[in-house]
């Protein structure tokens, strides 16, 4: 029999050692970076839809060429994208505090990066191994994941802007192994399986999906929630509904995801993540809030963050309950969470709550509170 060259072994066994490792898919592309793909970035920037995501913008090129992210490598010739599911069962929240909104399933566990980064750095580890040069990435590098994922036959690039599965439907977070592998080109390209639905668009409770299946992160929940800084444009608030962090909707409502159902494995989700105690945002400083959440996604839009999420959501649910997270609020030490604070009683129509924070010494709290009492008075 004759014996497969060398390469063909090593990208079998990397492949077969990320199943073993718990990833749901995975399949090799070309680290050529189609042209369209690159040009599609630059023109998505140009639009000025990564709001104030600047990060996307340094060092946009080094999209198009991943070399430059494989440390040491003339360059880098073949890709293994990977998936592994966080569709997770519905949680029961846990007894005890105030608990009220939602977290975006890929919150669900402990950091997502630092449940990936392990099996990546094995993979890196077999990589070395078998004589190959590999450099592991989630979420945060220069790498337009999507793309190699879709062209790997991971699943299509869909009208969500996602990459859905037909087997894992949209529930599905990305990584990557860049590898000096002998490139050997792309395989056939994943049909797109959106078919006449539009279902995301339509639920997408800002009009944030845009008809060439990209996101304006500006309008996106999970923009406001996780990435903004400081107030959310007013107009903006009432679309947040009821996420803390980040935002399920144009994934739970797709046909593919309710198909696959909730068949994540190898992550496990925290119900203290998922239905966090509200007043847990208040009343810590940013070092405990750290100490609590350092290791998690809620850390990403820091205390003060989830404390400005947190009374926007007690503000557009308005159950009588929550009375405690907007008396918090009002009293808290950062300026942002307290002018948060004045679009929740604008909500509850608190107009002696309004009344005291005109006299904030902010002037955006100052600002809020007037704007509220305006809409509520004339
Ligand atoms: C910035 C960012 C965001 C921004 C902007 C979102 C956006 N759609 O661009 C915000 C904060 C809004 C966001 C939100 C979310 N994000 Co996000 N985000 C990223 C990040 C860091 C960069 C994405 C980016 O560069 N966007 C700019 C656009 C123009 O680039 P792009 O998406 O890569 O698309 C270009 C090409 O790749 C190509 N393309 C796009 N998709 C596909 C698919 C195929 C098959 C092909 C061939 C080509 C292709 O077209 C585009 C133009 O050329 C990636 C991680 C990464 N490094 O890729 C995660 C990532 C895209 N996010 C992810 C997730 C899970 C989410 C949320 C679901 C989180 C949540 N529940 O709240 C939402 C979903 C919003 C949505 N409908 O897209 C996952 C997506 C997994 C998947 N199955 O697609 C990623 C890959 C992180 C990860 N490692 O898993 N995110
Ligand atoms: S994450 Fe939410 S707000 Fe963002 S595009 Fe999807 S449905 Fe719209
Ligand atoms: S909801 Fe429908 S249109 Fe949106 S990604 Fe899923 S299949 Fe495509």
Redesign the pocket.
Known sequence: MLALPSSTNAAETLRDLAFELGFDVAGWASGQVPR??????GE?LGSGR?AG?TY?ETGAWRRADLSTSLLAAPQVGRVLAL?ISHAFEELVPPPGGLRAGRV???AWTPDYHAQIEPRLSRLVREAAALGVRARG?????P?????L???AFL???AK?????STELG?F????VLLTDLPDEGDGPA?PDRCGRCTRCVSACPTGA?DAD???D?GK?V??LT??HRGPVPWERRPGIGEWLL???V??AVCPWSLKAGALAQALQPDPELAYPDLLGFFGLSEREFERRYGHTAHARPRRKGMARNAVTVAGNLREERLRPVLDLAAADPAWEVREAATYALTCWQDVAGLEKLRFDPHEQVRAGAQRGLNELLG
């Not at 790498?143 to 793309?147: N, Q």
């Not at 969500?160 to 859905?164: E, H, K, T």
């Not at 599905?172 to 990584?175: G, K």
């Open positions: 369209e793909a690159w040009q599609g970035y998505w990564q995501m996307l998936g975006a399933r890929y990435y989630v979420d945060h590098g790498v337009m994941e999507r793309d994922a879709g062209r699943g299509w690039h969500s802007g996602m990459l859905v949209a599905v977070t990305l990584a994943h999906i299946r990209a996101i992160a996106c999970s923009y996780i990435e980040g935002c399920d144009c994934c």
